[in-house]
Nanobody, 116 residues
Framework: QVQLVESGGGLVQAGGSLRLSCVAS????????MGWYRQAPGKQRELVAR???????DYVDSVKGRFTISRDNAKNTVYLQMNSLKPEDAAVYYC??????????WGRGTLVTVSS
């Protein structure tokens, strides 16, 4: 079992920045990758960014150059730095832990609102 707690969401103007944090606890040594997903009203949940245990990263095209995913292993924390935010970035952002044994754990989500 892994518990994930997100924080850092909020209201920001277009062009602004936010940093999301996700603290993991529990069986963290069985995590093979951590990711941030988002879901806007009426849309499917989509992968935004992912980072593996060796630090490889991947981003959805729409956030490349604006968002950065990183991890602090000492704090069991994954971050998502979001710059140049656009109204279309508004969504509930979820932290995800992809386990080596093939299941996923999710946080409860943090709301990001971007005003135009």
């Amino acid at each position: 079992q892994v518990q994930l707690v997100e924080s850092g969401g909020g209201l920001v103007q277009a062009g602004g920045s936010l940093r999301l944090s996700c603290v993991a606890s529990g069986s963290i040594f069985s995590i093979r990758a951590m990711g941030w997903y988002r879901q806007a009203p009426g849309k499917q949940r989509e992968l935004v960014a992912r980072i593996t245990t060796v630090g490889s990263t991947d981003y959805v095209d729409s956030v490349k150059g604006r968002f950065t995913i990183s991890r602090d292993n000492a704090k069991n924390t994954v971050y998502l730095q979001m710059n140049s935010l656009k109204p279309e970035d508004a969504a509930v952002y979820y932290c995800n832990a992809d386990m080596v044994y093939g299941i996923n754990f999710w946080g409860r989500g943090t709301l990001v609102t971007v005003s135009s």
